[in-house]
C-alpha cells in the first residue's frame, strides 16, 4: 500500500504563507554550475524538494561537491568534470537533460540517456539537440542515450521552432561559454530563463533580452565564482491561492512577484473572485457567492502556465457556469479528469479541450495523482469536498511542493499522512 494522505475537507483557509523558491528557476541555475571550472557557485532560496536533490545527486555524480541547508546551496566545480549521466538519475526527472548543454560546452562531449520526468504527454528533446547541433556538436542516438561532440563550439543565431523553456535554458547556458555573439530567437520569456540569465550575468557573461522573445549572449571563455538568489515560485504561489479561495477562505501569498501570476489573476478578475495584489503579495478571498466560468488557452509565458492548468480546473468544477479550458503546451495532460469526477464533477474532454460544468458541491474519494500538478490539484478538491478525501502517488507531490502539509495546516487544513505498509515494516 502507498502513502496517503487523509484530507477532511469543507474547512475554510485562511491566513499567509510566504512562498517556496521556484523549483523550475532552481534546477537550471544549479546545472549552469556545470560551466565552471575550479570555481563556486552558491544559490540563496533552494527550496528543499526532491527534484532538486535528483539534480544535486546527478552534479555529485559529474564531480561536484555540494553543500545544502537552511535554503542555501554551495556548488564547488572541480577542475575535471565527468561527462557521463547515470540513467537511474536521469529518468528520474525530465529537467535533467539541462546538463546537456553546460557538460557540451565545458567538456566537448556528454551523454544523456533519454530523460524522464511527469507522465503528460510526449516531451522530446529535439529542439535542444537541433540548437546545439547549430553551435557545432555533433549528436548521436545510441542505445537510448544522447552522444553530443565537439572539437568546438561557435557562437551563432538559433531560431527556435517553439519557444521551449528547457532549450531556451540549455542554449542560453551553452553560448555562455562559447565565446562570440549568440542569438536565440523565438526564445522562451518565463521569469525563470531571466533567473538564469541573472545567474550568468553574475558569472560573467554578457546577457541581454530575457524575458522577450530574443535573447542575445556573448560568451566568455571562462567563467566566474557568483551567488544568485531564486525567484519566488510563482506555481506553488498559485496553488496556495486556489486553495484559500475553494474553500471559502481567504489566503494571502508574501514573498513573490505578483507579475509572475499575471495570466492566473486576471482570469479569476474575469470570474468575480477580488484579487488583491501589493508589490510582493497576493491575496484572493472568495466572492460570498459562487464565481463563474471562464475560456482559457495554456501558452507560453506570459499566457496562462500549463502547471496551473489542473489547480484551476479544480477551482472551475464549483463555479456557477460552464467553463472551456485548451491545453495547448502539453498533449494528455487531463490525466486528472478521471480522478476528479470520482468527487463529483461534470468534465467533458474532447481532444486537448474540456468542457467543465461547475458543480454545487465536491465529495471526497480515494484517488490517485498521477503526476506533479495532478496531484496538487487533487489535494485542493480534498479541502474544498465534503467529507474525507485519500489521495495516493503523494511521490508526485513532494517533486514540487516544500512541507506542503505543514503550510496547509497553518492556514487551518485538516490532514493526516498516512505511511504506506512499506514504511510500516
Ligand atoms: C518546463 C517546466 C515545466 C512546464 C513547462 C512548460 C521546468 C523544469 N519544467 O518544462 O514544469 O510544464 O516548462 O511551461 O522548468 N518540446 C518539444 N521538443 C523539445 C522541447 C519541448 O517538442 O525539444 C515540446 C514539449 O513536448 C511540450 C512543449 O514543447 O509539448 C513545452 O515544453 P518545454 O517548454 O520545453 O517544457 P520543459 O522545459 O520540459
Avoid at 546538463?99 to 516531451?123: D, F, M, Q, T, Y
Avoid at 555533433?138 to 519557444?163: N, W
Amino acid at each position: 500500500m502507498d502513502d496517503r494522505m487523509i484530507i477532511r475537507g469543507g474547512r475554510p483557509l485562511r491566513g499567509s504563507i510566504t512562498a517556496q523558491g521556484a523549483k523550475n528557476a532552481a534546477l537550471p541555475v544549479m546545472a549552469s554550475a556545470l560551466l565552471l571550472q575550479g570555481r563556486r557557485l552558491i544559490l540563496e532560496r533552494v527550496p528543499d524538494l526532491q527534484d532538486i536533490h535528483t539534480m544535486a545527486d546527478l552534479l555529485r555524480h559529474l564531480g561536484a561537491q555540494i553543500s545544502f541547508e537552511g535554503g542555501r546551496m554551495t556548488i564547488d566545480v572541480p577542475e575535471e568534470l565527468k561527462w557521463e549521466t547515470p540513467a537511474n538519475l536521469v529518468r528520474k526527472m525530465r529537467a535533467s537533460s539541462l546538463v546537456l548543454g553546460p557538460l557540451v560546452a565545458r567538456c566537448k562531449e556528454a551523454v544523456l540517456p533519454l530523460p524522464g520526468g511527469c507522465a503528460i504527454g510526449s516531451r522530446p528533446i529535439d529542439l535542444h539537440l537541433k540548437g546545439l547541433t547549430r553551435m557545432g556538436a555533433s549528436i548521436d542516438l545510441e542505445q537510448g542515450s544522447v552522444r553530443a561532440r565537439t572539437d568546438g563550439l561557435s557562437a551563432t543565431r538559433i531560431a527556435l521552432d517553439f519557444p521551449s523553456v528547457g532549450a531556451t535554458e540549455n542554449l542560453l547556458m551553452t553560448a555562455a561559454l562559447t565565446p562570440g555573439e549568440s542569438v536565440i530567437e523565438n526564445a522562451a520569456r518565463e521569469p525563470e530563463i531571466s533567473n538564469l540569465a541573472q545567474a550568468l550575468r553574475a558569472m560573467g557573461a554578457y546577457v541581454e533580452g530575457d524575458g522577450t522573445g530574443t535573447v542575445v549572449i556573448r560568451g566568455a571563455k571562462e567563467l566566474e565564482s557568483a551567488t544568485v538568489r531564486i525567484i519566488p515560485d510563482r506555481i506553488e504561489a498559485s496553488t496556495y491561492l486556489l486553495a484559500g479561495l475553494m474553500t471559502r477562505g481567504e489566503v494571502t501569498v508574501n514573498g513573490i512577484n505578483p507579475e509572475h501570476l499575471g495570466a492566473l489573476l486576471s482570469k479569476l478578475d474575469e470570474a468575480g473572485v477580488a484579487v488583491e495584489a501589493s508589490p510582493d503579495s497576493v491575496c484572493l478571498s472568495s466572492p460570498g457567492r459562487d464565481w463563474g466560468g471562464v475560456t482559457l488557452t495554456t501558452s507560453p509565458y506570459p499566457g496562462f502556465p500549463t502547471d496551473v492548468q489542473p489547480q484551476i480546473m479544480a477551482a472551475l468544477c464549483m463555479a456557477d457556469g460552464t467553463s472551456v479550458i485548451h491545453e495547448s503546451v502539453f498533449d494528455s495532460r487531463y490525466v486528472h479528469v478521471e480522478e476528479f469526477r470520482r468527487m463529483g464533477c461534470k468534465i467533458d474532454i474532447q481532444g486537448n479541450t474540456v468542457v467543465v460544468i461547475g458543480v454545487p458541491k465536491l465529495t471526497g474519494a480515494e484517488v490517485r495523482a498521477s503526476d506533479l500538478r495532478a496531484g496538487a490539484a487533487l489535494i485542493l478538491m480534498g479541502l474544498a469536498a465534503e467529507g474525507e478525501t485519500s489521495v495516493c502517488g503523494l511521490n508526485h507531490v513532494w517533486r514540487g511542493y516544500e512541507r506542503l502539509m505543514e503550510k496547509m495546516e497553518s492556514l487551518g487544513a485538516d490532514m493526516e499522512f498516512v505511511p504506506g505498509s512499506e514504511r510500516e515494516e
